[in-house]
């Protein structure tokens, strides 16, 4: 069973900057893909950034040039920088494993940007 627990989530004013943070409790060297998602109360679960096992990164075109997503192998965790947030980034922050044995999640951590 993998494991993930998410930290790093807050209540920060609108400008503002948080690092999430995810830990695996299995080796993510050879994870296919980590991901960072977030869900706001009445909406869908959205990708907002992914890192594949090769380094290559994708986002959501409304982080894109604000959120930084990375991984340190070594530390087995994967973090999202996230940078001149918006009150339309409040959501909780899902982090995603997503393995050959399919997509593993963590319990989540609240963002909150206020005004």
């Known amino acids: 069973q993998v494991q993930l627990v998410e930290s790093g989530g807050g209540l920060v004013q609108a400008g503002g900057s948080l690092r999430l943070s995810c830990v695996v409790s299995?080796?993510?060297?050879?994870?296919?893909?980590m991901g960072w998602y977030r869900q706001a109360p009445g909406k869908e679960r959205e990708l907002v950034a992914r890192?594949?096992?090769?380094?290559?990164?994708n986002y959501a075109n409304s982080v894109k040039g604000r959120f930084t997503i990375s991984r340190d192998n070594a530390k087995d965790t994967v973090y999202l920088q996230m940078n001149s947030l918006k009150t339309e980034d409040t959501a909780v922050y899902y982090c995603?494993?997503?393995?050959?044995?399919?997509?593993?999640w963590g319990q989540g951590t609240q963002v909150t940007v206020s005004l």
């Open positions: 299995r080796s993510i060297f050879s994870i296919n893909a």
């Open positions: 890192i594949f096992s090769g380094g290559s990164t």
């Open positions: 995603c494993a997503q393995r050959y044995d399919g997509d593993h």
